[in-house]
Structure formats: C-alpha cells, structure tokens
C-alpha cells in the first residue's frame, strides 16, 4: 500500500534545503513535489535577468522573500558594453510591489536602478530589510533617501562600487531617530560627505550594526568617535586614512581601534599616511580579510601592517607591495585564501614597482591554502606557472593579467601555454579561470582537456584559429560563462557547438571574427537561445554577412527576445531571418 | 572560403575601424583638499611640463581595471618610488636637473639650506603670508595631483608624501605664488 507524507511534513523537510540545485532537483521528483517545492521557495537567484521574465517567475514561485539578479554582462566593468546595453530591474520592481508584499531582500548586480525603482522599493514592502546594490548604476542620493525614510526595519543598505550620482550627504539624515535595525552599512562607493552628526548618530542608535564602510569623505580624526560608538564592528571601513601627524589623533584612534575586539575585515585606506598606521595594531591579529587596495603606500609600510595579520585569509593589495612583501607575506600569513594584487601604473609603458611573477611563486609556495588568486604583473614565465600549478593543486580561481597583451614567456620567449596547461592539469578544482599573454591554440586544448570543473572562462588576444574555440566549447563540461575579446574565433566554432550554447549561461565576444551571417544562423538554429549582435556601426543589415559583426552576446532564456533593446542591438531570430514558412 | 585576414590581424582597436587605438578617459572628478595652488591664485602663473611618463596607446578595457579603481589611482599617483625619496629637481635658467633624496632631511629648514647649496642661489624665509615675496628664487613643488604648490603650506610630512619633484621658480616669475 502507498501512501504519501503530509504536505506540511514535506514542506518541512524541504525548508532545510538551501540550494537552489537541491530545490531543482527536488522539483522534478513528482508533480506533487513540483507544486509543494513551488510554494514553499523563498529564495530565488537569476544569474541572467533576460533569462526569464518577471511574470514566469512570479507564476512559478508565488512566495519568495528574497531576490538575487544580476543584468549586464561581466565585461561591462571594463567599459566593452555601450551605455544604454540594458540590464533595467524596473519591470521586476514594479511586478514584484504587487506580488510579493512580504519581500525582504532585493540583491542586484550591474543592473540600471533607477530613484524611481528606488522609491517603489521603500513603499511597496512593508517588511523591506536588504538592499545590496553591486556595480549598479542610474540612481542618485535622492533614491537612497526614499529608502532610509521608509524602510523601517532596514538591516542592511550595501552599494559596493555602485555609480552613484552623488547630489548630496543629506540621504542619510532621512534615517528616522527611532530606526535601530541597521546591521550592515556600506557607503563607500559615494563621493560626498554625509552629515557627520547624523551618522554618529545613526551608529549609536544601532547596536547590531556590524559592518560599517565609510567612503572617502570621513575624514580620520573623525572615526575614532565613530568607531567608539561602535565596538561590536566585525568590518569597518575607514575613510580617507590620513591626517597632519597629530599625536592626539594618532593616540585617540588606536584607543577606539584597540576597544574592537570583534573587527575581522578592513577596508577603505584611500591617501594613507603611514605613521597612522599603527593605531590598528592591536586588531591585526584578529583580522581575516584586508583590502588596501587603494593604499598608495611602499612596499615596508605595507609590509609592517600585513605580516601581523597572522590570521590573514584575503588580502587585496596594490602591487607596490612588491615581491619582496609578497615574500614576507608568505612567510607570515599561512592562513592565507586568496589574494588579489592590483596595477598601481597600468597604462605606464614601464614597470614602475618591483613586482613579478616571483612574488606569486613565493606565494603559492608558502600559502598551503591559496586557491584564489587575481594577480596583475608585467611578466610571466612558464617555469613560474608550471611552480604555481603544482605547489596548489586545489586552486580554484586564477585570474592572471600580464598587462602587455600578448606577451610571451619572457625567459624563453615561447607562448604560455605549457604553463596555463600545468594550471588547468593539476588544479583539478579549478572553477574560474582568466587568461593572458601569448597564447596558441595549444592552450585551449589542455583546457577542453583537463578543466572539466571549469564553469568561467576569460580570454583575451589569444588564440590563433577557430579551434581553439572549438577545444573549449567541446571539452569543459562544466563551463556557464565565457567571454571572449580580441581572438581570432569564428564562425566554424561556434556554429559547431552551437547546442552548447544551451547548457551555457552567457558567452560574450567582441573584436573576434564572427560573421553576421553566422550569427543570423545561430539565432535561427536555436529558438532558445537570445543571439544579440552589438553594432555601434549601424544597422548589420547595410554591411555584407560575411562582416564580422563589433560584439556578440549569446545567452539561453525562457523569456524569448528582449523588447528593450536600445538602437544598436539587434537579435537574431527568425523573424529577421526571412525564412517563414507559411 | 573569405579567410578574412584583416579581421584577425593582430593589431590594437576593433574589427571594422582602421582608426588608431581610443585614448582612454582620464578622470576628471578630484578630491576636495583645502590647498592653495598657484594656478587659483593667479592665471598668470605657468603650469611647468610635468613630462608625465610615457604612456602606450591604450586598448579599450585593457588592462582590466574597473574605472572607479582607475580614477582613484590617477589622483593618488605616488611620488618617484625609487624605495629612497628622490625626486627631481629643476632649476630655471640651471642647464640640467638635480636629484636629490628627501628622506634625508626632517624639516623645511634643512631641505631648503640643501637646495641653496646644490645650486648656489638664495631661497629667503617663508612666510604663510608673503610666501618667499622678497627673494630671488622661491621653491615650488608638483603633488600627487599634479598641481604645482608653494614648497612651505602643508605639514613636512604630509610634504614629503605628496612631492613628486621640485622646481626653484625666478622671483619674479614667483611673484603670483606669494600675493594672496
């Protein structure tokens, strides 16, 4: 005899299931499974907000408390997508006011938001607590104060790197006197100053705030009466770090820094003045995470600091730390996860620090549990990659930047790919990977070969035919994203592997070799898949297909084709292809 | 089959335009400070060529920083970090440049006496006021920022971080650095 549980007793059971996978999977068990999952899914992400419309989500899951999204693709960061690409989370706002009254978190990355979006946020969700806006841009300080005028139990307000149109500090005086929710505050992407009373004050009134980031504009000689008001801080994040050399100031603030004895992350350190340095001493051992990456300061200072950060697990850092503090991190911070070294100069035509690929070699000697890396340097060696390779075989991510496109093994000449070879052959967890230097095809078949974990790709001037595209479209099973600039990869490839496309979240290419008549194919071959084709020439219709089309942008979705393109994107469907049939 | 060779051609900028590679946009936004620069003071005041050094044609996206982190960095650009503290400096009417190491000194007092040695002038005592109004030559430096500023407003400390090189400026040219 079957019977089946209750749907409460399901319904509990699934409740402890967290992952959107595990969710997934669960859902294709039975339709009765499908309907309880459906209800009782509280959480949803969408990697790719053209993948799916609002209207579809809502039908499917009628009860979600928290929304994650993200909208333009990732090369948008580095100014290859046109301004007006896209990416608007309006009609998502303005379909979820109506659905989803108890929602409580909105998380957005590289989407328009605008102070219009804003203002429907702080008055359509009476229970609104997160709002974290990651690389978003559309909004200014006028939207942020709708949203700590209304939101009355806001939690958390993070705008990391968001481009805010700054018209005043004012927004943050729109805090009510009797709002004391506040855990996590992140202003540091803004340019003006906030009403320094108003923010004291908000602190003081918030006694489960735990994250703090301060932008540029809080002056030092203020935060020590911040921070005072503040000893529960896990992450801070100072304001401009520096001061005239005050000994009153310098004693002040390593007496509010030494009361903190919950601070495990740093940030901020824009203009640091070193001898301000040693007022946070007294944290450094308890401190996980450090980012001064925008501390132009040299190479012993910085030193100084990190190699008392005996619990280190990341640091970001600018390469004026040089080899020799790379060095002495490694000897110093064994707890050390990843690290990501940034370009000081990277428009410089010289070195301007001595920075090179030994630094990341001591590194990956002496950190045995490294396994993210973002490393900016001007040359590299195969040796050294092929050491890196096998000190970490549990890497994860590695994102290389040799700043000379193009540029060879500088002790043999040859290209990289021995080296990039080694990495994807031992690190056999690898999830993400970001190419550089000189590259042949060669590279891309130890890729398809070996990087069957692999679910992001990055790849620039590489390359020497088609099928180096073909080897990664071909051999990593795992791979979601791929973006692609300045490669020769054309048409064959692509049209080859085009059911690949499928399994795919985005593949980005732009200054490649894919014709506009390939592209009208691939757009007619795969019903499901969007095929954008980026044209900032005009319309590719009054060039011949054989044309190499500015930028092609692939992604799969349910939603069928935008209908917010702006002028210079066109998709390819079959409604453009002229090959109805009747 | 069209090869179509010139798309695969190795070269700097996008398929479709023989245009040279696009310059980048330097920012434009600056941090607000309290300084004087002599170019508010006065418009006569000449901006001295810094020589910025050499820039390569520039790839769109490339190198791959984020514009916020490559903005912050056009505003704080370091000092000549030799790991020593030297910096140039220029005399008007000298037939070459000197170097000299600014670690070495603790004060204005010391770094001035050293300059009027190096080049057998005299630099004269400065005052907020009148600057060094009254001497033949008078000191002035270029920041992190680019501006040009008279050697003497900001702390020694905050001094020595922020001078990328120095210039002994003729009294009379200096006479728009020292009327407030």
Redesign the interface.
């Known amino acids: 005899m079957a019977y089946s549980f209750p749907e409460e007793v399901l319904e509990h059971v699934f409740s402890f299931l967290s992952s959107d996978k595990d969710r997934n999977s669960v859902s294709l068990v039975c339709k009765s499974w499908y309907e309880i999952e459906r209800w009782c899914r509280r959480r949803i992400f969408v990697g790719n907000c053209y993948a799916v419309s609002p209207g579809i989500v809502i039908r499917r899951f009628p009860e979600v408390r928290a929304v994650e999204m993200k909208g333009k693709p990732h ?1 948008a ?4 997508v046109p301004e007006g690409w896209g990416g608007y989370v309006y009609p998502w706002i303005a379909a979820m006011s109506a659905a989803y009254p108890l929602l409580e978190e909105i998380k957005l990355k590289r989407m328009v938001v605008t102070d219009e979006c804003l203002e429907l946020i702080s008055k359509s969700f009476k229970n609104f607590k997160v709002l974290v806006l990651s690389s978003c841009e559309g909004f200014t300080t006028d939207g942020l104060a709708s949203i700590a005028a209304n939101c009355r139990h806001l939690r958390e307000l993070d705008l990391r ?1 968001s ?1 805010v149109e700054d018209l005043s500090g004012h927004w943050l005086s729109h805090f009510p006197d009797n709002c004391t929710s506040l855990v996590s505050l992140n202003m540091s ?1 803004l ?1 003006s100053e906030v009403s320094f009373s108003a923010l004291e004050r908000l602190v003081a009134r918030s006694p489960n705030l735990r994250t703090l980031r301060l932008n ?1 504009a809080v002056p030092l000689e203020k935060l020590a009466n911040l921070i005072r008001r503040a000893p529960q801080l896990v992450e801070l994040g100072t304001g ?1 770090y ?1 001061a ?2 005050r000994s009153d100031i310098l004693l002040n603030l390593t007496e509010a820094f030494s009361a903190c004895k919950q601070l495990k992350g740093l940030s901020g350190f ?2 640091v ?3 301000y340095l040693p007022a946070m001493y007294s944290v450094c051992s308890g401190i996980t995470s450090l980012n001064l ?2 501390a ?1 300061i ?2 012993f200072d910085l030193v100084k600091l990190v190699t008392q950060c005996r619990n280190l697990q990341r640091l970001w850092v600018l390469d ?1 730390i040089e080899d020799s503090g790379l060095e002495a991190l490694a000897s110093s911070c064994k707890d050390l996860q990843e690290l990501r070294v ?9 070195p ?2 001595s920075l090179t690929e030994q630094g990341l070699v001591s590194v990956s000697k002496g950190c045995p549990k490294l396994q993210s890396v973002l490393y ?1 340097c001007r040359q590299m060696s195969n040796a050294a990659l092929i050491s890196i390779a096998k000190n970490r075989p549990k890497m994860v991510r590695f994102r290389l ?1 040799i ?1 000379e ?2 540029a060879p093994d500088y002790l043999t000449l040859e290209p990289l790919d021995a080296g990039f070879g080694a990495i994807v052959e031992n690190c056999k967890e690898l999830r993400r990977l970001s190419l550089s230097g000189l590259l042949t095809d060669r590279v891309f078949k130890y890729i398809g070969t070996h990087a069957k974990k692999l679910e992001m790709l990055s790849i ?2 590489a390359g020497d035919s088609d099928l180096g595209l073909h080897h990664v479209l071909s051999g990593c099973e795992s791979l979601r994203k791929l973006e692609i ?2 490669c ?1 990869f ?1 048409d064959k490839a692509l049209l080859a592997n085009a059911a690949k496309l499928e399994t795919m979240r985005s593949l980005w290419m ?4 894919v ?1 506009y008549g390939a592209c009208k194919l691939l757009g007619q071959k795969m019903p499901r898949l969007n095929v954008e084709v980026i044209d900032e ?1 005009g319309p590719p219709d009054s060039r011949p297909d ?3 089309v ?1 930028r092609l942008y692939v992604y799969r979705t349910v939603a069928g084709r935008r209908i917010d393109m702006p002028g210079f994107v066109w998709t390819m469907d079959d409604e453009d292809s002229g090959l109805r049939f009747s | 089959m ?1 090869l ?1 060779l010139k ?2 051609e ?1 070269r ?1 900028g ?3 335009s023989d245009e040279p590679a696009e310059q ?1 946009q330097s920012s434009s ?1 600056h ?1 607000k400070n309290n300084k004087r620069s002599c170019s508010e003071i006065d418009g006569s005041c000449q901006k001295q060529e810094s020589g910025a ?4 044609a ?13 903005n ?2 056009e505003q ?3 000092p000549e ?1 030799d ?1 020593s503290g030297f910096v140039k400096v220029s005399m008007d009417g000298a037939p070459y440049l000197r170097k000299i190491d600014l670690k070495l000194y603790k004060n204005y007092f010391d770094l001035l006496k050293a300059l009027e040695n190096l080049f057998k002038c005299t630099i004269g005592v400065y005052s907020e006021r009148e600057g060094y109004n009254g001497s033949e030559y008078a000191p002035t430096y270029e920041d992190k920022d680019g501006d040009w500023m008279l050697v003497g407003d900001v ?1 020694w ?2 001094f020595i ?1 922020s001078c990328k090189r120095l210039r002994i400026m003729k009294g009379s040219e200096a006479k728009g650095l020292g009327c407030l």
């Not at chain 1, 940034?342 to 010289?350: H, L, M, V």
């Open positions: 090369f960061d580095f100014n290859l790197e481009e992407c340019g540029r401009a520096s005239e050399i824009w203009d003045v070193p001898a990456s925008y132009t040299q190479s004026y940034f370009p000081s100069d990277p428009f410089g035509a010289e301007n620090v900016f930047c700043i496109p193009r620039a001037f600039r300045d020769p054309g732009s200054s490649c070799s014709s020439r054989s044309c190499p500015e | 069209d179509n798309a695969t190795l700097l996008l398929p479709g980048l936004s941090v050094p050499a820039q390569k520039q790839v769109v996206g490339w190198p791959p920083v984020r514009s916020y982190r490559k912050v960095m704080q650009k370091k970090s790991g702390p400390d905050m971080t």
